[in-house]
């Protein structure tokens, strides 16, 4: 049956004054035949929302087009029937704020824009959520403070909770602290490790959590809602069924063993800062003969922010230091303490406790680099470290020597054990921790409703972690909740489409289930791929991958964006107007473009945006129509990628790059000019960039002259 579409035109916020919105609607009663079209003059008010439903209520319309702000704008302004399709097309932002009014080119461009979002609306169909029995339960994994509070706070909230923990007691590297640092007013003296042996009770003997001592991950099933887990336990295997996981593992001191530069090996005398709060449990004295010690020497980074070793900053090293200082001279007061430090990180509050020990008689800070340990005659330890402040050397001999390592996170080796086709552990970043949307995601991992919290996500301390364990345990519950409405975790949060798959076409090339950054496509024998659905987090890279086009969702599909750039009109070469596309990420490039037309930016009228939930999900046949159309010009702006990339669906931009460098081959080859296209990384922040940055390559298009398959 066919759609009956209704547009409805915003006149405010400049609109009106920009666009003749009687030419747009021509545009949509006579191209469209839409079968009502209706202009007001503040079309979120509640006047112009009752317009809208009273046609949906007659039966009027069944499908909305709404041009006026950003799709940003106003979400819960129009959101009407469940299972109505609306699609909102940016008049405001993207055409009035940042074109001159009453011009040609601006009104031409409300015309295409008008077209897009129409034919986007009639290549949508409603969407019917997945609907199946979800498991509640939270399986935590590690015992340590991140794991003990993650499993109490999803416990507190209603959830079963599995905790599996190696060891054969809770409590991680947290049960041999002997203080903690300052966490109260005035920030200057140590804490006792009070509340941790409480909240070991509170986890031990909690109704809603079940606890595996002494036990390990065996394998895991499944998906988010339905992960079937097998725990290896001393008296047998046990099989849980799960809904989230979060992962607490902690984290350990990176190998000193490496470090032989700094004298660890080459006597008993230089150790680590974990050996050494080991020590300080009792007299602090030489390993080598038991003697009291006099003189300590730390070496601050050691391994740390090193890229021979561990080329990040472990956060909490400066901190413990000053932690063991204090040992120090509470167990022996005339003691001498010398830190050789790259840079002191006491953020914060911290920074009084800093200060407290500087102003300590026998200790003595420098800035420098170690550049040798040697033993003397005499049974101590001779240290030379070059200054880096004032460019002298000095030489300190020492009783003993600490080196603080760094935190390696304990994401390696059999975690999980995942059957997932792209591995069985979690995805990690060449530093070792887990790998996601870093910034806006933080305890996202790329295996969905799996969570990372803890030091084996990032250094931090121990207050952090248990901030972390919250937010991790949040996490977890909201990935259950929107499992249970069949809907999507972030970036497109609450989002209810699937992708679908035209089998029968399939040439098992695996590529989308190669390419698939979430693990949420496996495949059979043949390599028939076969999805997942409670993992995908419908960012249509599957789609992007398919060469041959049989993956598409029913809002989102190759056919839907190919009938949006032909709805798009071309002038004749004659015109001398040419027609660039803009393929741009709805995670941070359109947002950007949004801001630019908020900041009433201005750029050429020539540009036509295309927005796409991540450039992963572009198929090169877009561009091949467009151009075979007689666009002059194709842009691609999506997120950044790299080392500290922040693409919202990790792999897409990267993707993205690299079939447009096939792509320029093959223009090349049906001697088209490759500087046609061009593709950009942008954030969020780059806003400002964006006009000038369609309005060069605008100027390059010209300069390259028209598209020599315009008009066939």
């Known amino acids: 049956m066919p759609k009956k579409v209704g547009v409805y035109l915003c006149t405010g916020c400049s609109i009106g004054e920009t666009i003749d919105t009687d030419e747009l609607v021509k545009v949509a009663s006579s191209e469209y035949k839409a079968a009502k079209c209706r202009t007001h003059g503040f079309l979120c008010g509640a006047e112009g929302r009752e317009l809208i439903r009273e046609d949906l209520a007659a039966g009027a319309v069944d499908t909305v087009v709404i041009g006026a702000c950003s799709a940003r704008s106003k979400p819960e302004a129009f959101s009407f029937n469940h299972g109505t399709v609306i699609e909102r097309v940016n008049l405001r932002e993207h055409v009035a704020w940042s074109h001159p009014a009453k011009h040609e080119d601006t009104q031409i461009l409300a015309a295409d824009v008008l077209r897009m979002g129409i034919t986007r609306a009639l290549k949508t169909e409603p969407l019917e959520p997945l609907s199946e029995e979800i498991c509640?339960?939270?399986?935590?994994?590690?015992?340590?403070?991140?794991?003990?509070?993650?499993?109490?706070q999803a416990a507190e909230a209603g959830h079963d909770v599995v905790l599996v923990e190696k060891s054969a007691s809770l409590g991680g590297f947290m049960a041999g602290q002997k203080k903690r640092f300052p966490a109260n007013a005035p920030y200057t003296k140590l804490e006792e490790v009070d509340g941790f042996g409480e909240l070991i009770r509170r986890v031990t003997y909690h109704l809603r959590i079940r606890i595996y001592t002494s036990s390990h991950i065996v394998k895991t099933e499944g998906q988010p809602g339905n992960f079937n887990v097998t725990i290896g336990t001393g008296a047998g295997e046990v099989r849980e069924r799960i809904g989230a996981i979060v992962v607490t593992t902690g984290w350990k001191p990176y190998d000193a063993g490496r470090l032989t530069e700094l004298g660890y090996g080459l006597s008993p005398d230089v150790?680590?800062?974990?050996?050494?709060?080991?020590?300080?449990?009792?007299?602090?004295?030489?390993?080598?003969?038991?003697?009291?010690?006099?003189?300590?020497?730390?070496?601050?980074?050691a391994g740390s922010?090193?890229?021979?070793?561990?080329?990040?900053c472990s956060s909490v090293c400066c901190l413990a230091t000053l932690k063991h200082v204090v040992y120090i001279h509470e167990r022996n007061p005339e003691t001498e303490v010398f830190v050789i430090y790259?840079?002191?990180?006491?953020?914060?509050?911290?920074?009084?406790?800093?200060?407290?020990?500087?102003?300590?008689?026998?200790?003595?800070?420098?800035?420098?680099?170690?550049?040798?340990?040697?033993?003397?005659?005499?049974?101590?330890?001779?240290?030379?470290?070059?200054?880096?402040?004032i460019g002298e050397t000095?030489?300190?001999?020492?009783d003993l020597v600490v080196l603080a390592t760094g935190m390696v996170p304990q994401s390696e080796g059999e975690t999980l054990n995942l059957t997932y086709r792209q591995g069985p552990e979690l995805p990690v970043l060449v530093d070792g921790f887990p790998d996601s949307h870093f910034i806006c995601f933080p305890y996202e991992t790329r295996r969905t409703g799996i969570y990372a919290a803890g030091a084996v996500r990032a250094p931090m301390d121990s207050e952090q972690a248990r901030e972390d364990a919250m937010g991790a345990a949040l996490k977890a519950i909201q990935s259950i909740e929107l499992a249970r409405r069949g809907r999507a975790v972030h970036p497109r949060a609450g989002d209810a489409s699937l992708p679908s798959f035209l089998l029968q076409r399939c040439t098992q090339c695996k590529r989308c289930t190669e390419e698939c950054p979430f693990g949420a496509l496996d495949e059979d024998a043949k390599g028939t791929p076969k999805l997942n659905p409670y993992r995908c987090r419908r960012c249509g890279v599957c789609m992007g991958a398919c060469p041959e086009r049989i993956v598409s969702f029913k809002n989102y599909s190759v056919d839907m964006i190919a009938s949006m750039i032909n709805a798009i009109e071309i002038p004749e070469e004659d015109e001398e107007k040419p027609r660039i596309l803009a393929f741009m990420c709805e995670n941070d490039a359109i947002p950007a473009l949004d801001i630019a037309g908020f900041e009433r930016q201005q750029y050429d009228a020539s540009v036509r945006v295309i927005p796409l939930r991540c450039l992963g999900s572009l198929n090169v046949v877009w561009i091949a129509d467009a151009l075979s159309r007689g666009f002059d010009g194709v842009m691609l702006i999506g997120c950044k990628y790299g080392d500290d990339y922040q693409c919202h669906f990790t792999k897409g931009s990267e993707l993205a790059a690299r079939r447009m460098e096939n792509l320029k081959e093959t223009l090349q080859r049906l001697q088209l000019e490759p500087e046609r296209l061009q593709f950009t990384q942008l954030s969020l922040d780059e806003w400002k960039s964006l006009?000038?940055?369609f309005d060069s390559f605008a100027e390059r298009i010209r300069e390259i002259g028209p598209n020599p398959y315009k008009g066939l």
């Open 136 to 152: 509640s339960t939270v399986l935590v994994v590690g015992g340590g403070i991140a794991g003990l509070t993650a499993a109490l």
């Open 271 to 301: 150790i680590t800062n974990v050996e050494f709060e080991r020590m300080a449990q009792g007299p602090i004295t030489r390993p080598s003969d038991g003697k009291p010690v006099h003189s300590v020497l730390f070496v601050q980074c």
């Open 305 to 312: 922010r090193d890229p021979k070793h561990l080329p990040y």
């Open 342 to 389: 790259k840079d002191m990180q006491t953020p914060g509050p911290q920074e009084a406790f800093y200060r407290t020990a500087q102003d300590h008689p026998l200790n003595f800070f420098t800035k420098g680099e170690v550049t040798a340990v040697e033993k003397t005659a005499q049974g101590t330890l001779k240290v030379t470290a070059h200054n880096t402040l």
């Open 394 to 398: 000095a030489v300190f001999e020492v």
């Open 691 to 693: 006009p000038a940055l």
